[in-house]
């Protein structure tokens, strides 16, 4: 399948589809609407675990030391009452085990990518800042991505506060970590930007882009779902050939899951990969 049989196959889909592919450090191979804009779902904790490990470099912040594990937030609405996670709602009962206990924010930060723990992701949120989210985006050379608000803060959203994403910033991001893991780069040093790509390695949920590749294919993956959207962003790192990125945003009545549980979304971001896998020595 060559690039122009994979855009006329996806002009057939419904809704949006996105998509940035390319090697690290260098002009992507083929994008798809690559600048249009998507609600971010949970691929907006890949600038917050970012932002976390750039405040530890800085000091500001231990990994290691113990927070409250807590479910009552600020709003970004000024004025609007504090809000909390419902748990049904999110992916990981073992940080909610810890409700009223204590946690790292680094095991913390753990969570809130390999099982996309939504109330993990607010706490720490709530000690980085959203001003720091948004200088991880700055960093990273990004355009049009926006962390505005925090997961579940529906004031804010009511207000017109959102989160965004595009195609091609979260290649961007994610290009900054990868390159940034063997040579000083903008966001974190090399040991920073191993430890966060050694995280998004270990990612869990595995039903859409890790779908499409050979079992067995690393890809330092973060993705999201809502009702209506699935993302997903990452790096694959292949045996056989250099590393790539891909990153696949679609806005579609495909995403009919309320969970993690496959859906047509998952399905067509799994046939995405698995081309763009075919096409790795060519990249």
Sequence with gaps: MTWDDLDAHLDRMPGT????VGRLD???????????THYAASTMK???LAALHRAAEAGTLELD??????????SAQPGAPRFACARPYDNDDVVWDR????????????????????????????????PAVAEVWALAGTRNSVTGRGIEDFAAREAG?????????????L????????????????AACTAMLDVLLAQEHREDLAAGLPEGTRIALKNGWVRGVRHGAGVVLPDDAPPYLIAVCTTTDLADGDDQVEDDACLLLAHISAQVWAARHRL
Aim: proline share 6%; charged share 10%; aromatic share 4%.
């Design 17 to 20: 589809v996105s998509a940035y």
């Design 26 to 36: 260098a002009a992507p191979t083929w994008t798809r609407h690559a600048d249009a």
């Design 46 to 48: 890949v600038a917050v």
């Design 65 to 74: 030391a113990p927070v409250p594990v807590v479910n009552e937030f600020d």
């Design 99 to 130: 409700l009223g206990a204590t946690a790292s924010l680094r095991w913390l930060a753990d969570r809130m990518i390999v099982r996309s723990s939504n109330l993990a992701t607010n706490i720490v949120l709530g000690h980085v800042g959203l």
């Design 161 to 173: 506060i959102t989160n965004t994403v595009t195609a091609a910033d979260l290649a961007a991001l």
């Design 175 to 190: 290009d900054a970590l990868a390159t940034g893991a063997s040579t000083p780069g903008r966001l974190a040093s090399p």
